[in-house]
């Protein structure tokens, strides 16, 4: 199985590939917000890049890490 190459910046392809990432782990996006007690929302805001502050770039690493993206 491959891994997905990390994008280098946040857009709709980064929130694409992270989603299939957990999806080849057998999860979803979703069901790690839910576990992670993160709103969904904020999540893709993070990965799309309309929430681009500290707080937002963190979220973003800590999902690429948890989908096996970097």
Partial sequence: MQRPKKPSSP?????NQVRAAFILQGTTL???????GIMRQNAQQA???SWNGPKGRELRE???KAANMQ
């Fill in 47 to 49: 990965l799309t890049g």
């Fill in 11 to 15: 857009g709709l392809d980064l929130y």
């Fill in 62 to 64: 800590k999902m690429l």
């Fill in 30 to 36: 979703n069901a790690w917000c839910l576990s992670n």
